[in-house]
């Protein structure tokens, strides 16, 4: 890894996005209009270059309340939340929701258990979920850890069985299925250039208007600072970081990204890890298993990949990136910065 300079955290800014263009010799005016919506706990903004009287963002407002009533764990109307109700039965369930699961699990399974889906007790007993935070009880997160074992979720075809007790939480890779399938739209629907930014999760879908790539800022935890500019075309920017969700007390902040081998916020150097992907489900799943797992496991298990590109911000400032987003990343002036590179 060899020493440059200095970043940190990531948040989204974008920069130099033009706002009209005109197709040559064409009476219809195409412009960048914008959509925003609230759901799945976070703001949505669909930045599409089309024309005024398109119907893209209803398409894109569908995706977004179809993919809500079936990952919600909060909205009773939902079918995750239906399923976290079995209490040990067994339920048949939708082709879609066990496609998302059995993905899921098959990242736990890469990651050995820094993603997992079936820490909703735990994260419930924080307060996470409904913004109630609190440090738990340590005998009752002593119980629900019993009840949070990814390898006891059955689950065949669209056949799936619980333990008693235990319940699901897709946050993890909900808005990155809901990109992927936005993608698909914007796909079927011939659109040449978009921005999606769906909460920490952005898709930088085709180019700018003028042919150029989208520049996405990676923003320096707790603060409003740029730490970095990731040029990035058709790919997923995926963050996990401290400092999304936190509450402090007694001094000591306790972030909403939970270690599964322990109850608690995951504790290492890193303050956020993010995921360049062309695939929003990867990049999201990934972003928070890497965090979990540390810069060094993390690192360990990127070289076993090919397909993504990461970045790790550390605590004390320095960032970490893969070499195959050398030439497409630049850190804040006067940051410490190391390239991660394949051995």
């Keep these: 890894m060899g020493k440059r300079n200095r970043r940190q955290g990531f948040v989204v800014l974008l920069l130099c996005l033009s706002l009209v263009t005109a197709a040559s010799g064409c009476s219809q005016r195409k412009e960048?209009?914008?959509?925003?919506?609230?759901?799945?706990?976070?703001?949505?903004?669909?930045?599409?270059?089309?024309?005024?009287?398109?119907e893209i963002f209803d398409l894109l407002r569908k995706e977004v309340d179809q993919v809500n009533l079936m990952l919600s764990a909060t909205d009773a109307s939902s079918e995750l939340y239906r399923l976290n109700q079995s209490d040990g039965e067994r339920l048949e369930i939708s082709e879609d929701l066990a496609d998302v699961i059995v993905r899921c699990l098959s990242?736990?399974?890469?990651?050995?258990g820094a993603l997992n889906i079936a820490l909703y007790p735990v994260t419930q007993a924080w307060g996470f979920p409904n913004g109630d935070y609190h440090i738990p009880n340590g005998e009752i997160l002593k119980d629900l850890m019993k009840k949070i074992d990814w390898k006891e979720i059955q689950i065949e075809r669209n056949q799936i069985q619980l333990l008693p007790g235990m319940a699901l939480d897709m946050g993890a890779v909900g808005k990155g299925y809901l990109t992927?399938?936005?993608?698909?739209?914007?796909?079927?629907?011939?659109?040449?250039?978009?921005?999606l930014k769906l909460g920490g999760n952005i898709y930088a879908y085709g180019t700018r208007e003028d042919g150029s790539a989208w520049r996405i800022g990676v923003q320096k935890p707790f603060s409003e600072e740029v730490a970095a500019i990731l040029t990035a075309?058709?790919?997923?920017?995926?963050?996990?970081?401290?400092?999304?969700?936190?509450?402090?007390?007694?001094?000591?902040?306790?972030?909403?990204?939970?270690?599964?081998?322990?109850?608690?916020?995951?504790?290492?150097?890193?303050e956020s890890v993010t995921i360049v992907s062309e695939s929003g489900f990867q990049a999201d799943a990934l972003s928070t298993a890497y965090f979990v797992m540390g810069l060094d496991a993390s690192i360990q298990a990127w070289r076993q990949k090919e397909d993504i590109g990461v970045i790790w911000i550390l605590k004390d400032g320095a960032i970490y990136y893969t070499e195959n987003l050398d030439g497409r990343f630049t850190a804040a002036e006067g940051t410490e910065t190391y390239m991660v590179r394949q051995e």
């Excluded at 990242?107 to 050995?112: H, I, L, P, Y």
């Design 32 to 54: 960048y209009q914008e959509s925003t919506v609230y759901a799945m706990d976070t703001i949505l903004t669909f930045q599409v270059l089309t024309d005024s009287d398109s």
């Design 107 to 112: 990242v736990a399974k890469e990651t050995d």
């Design 233 to 270: 075309k058709d790919e997923a920017i995926v963050t996990s970081g401290t400092y999304q969700r936190y509450f402090e007390k007694d001094g000591k902040k306790y972030h909403h990204i939970i270690d599964s081998a322990t109850g608690y916020p995951a504790d290492n150097e890193l």
């Design 180 to 195: 992927d399938r936005c993608v698909a739209v914007l796909k079927e629907q011939q659109i040449s250039s978009a921005l």
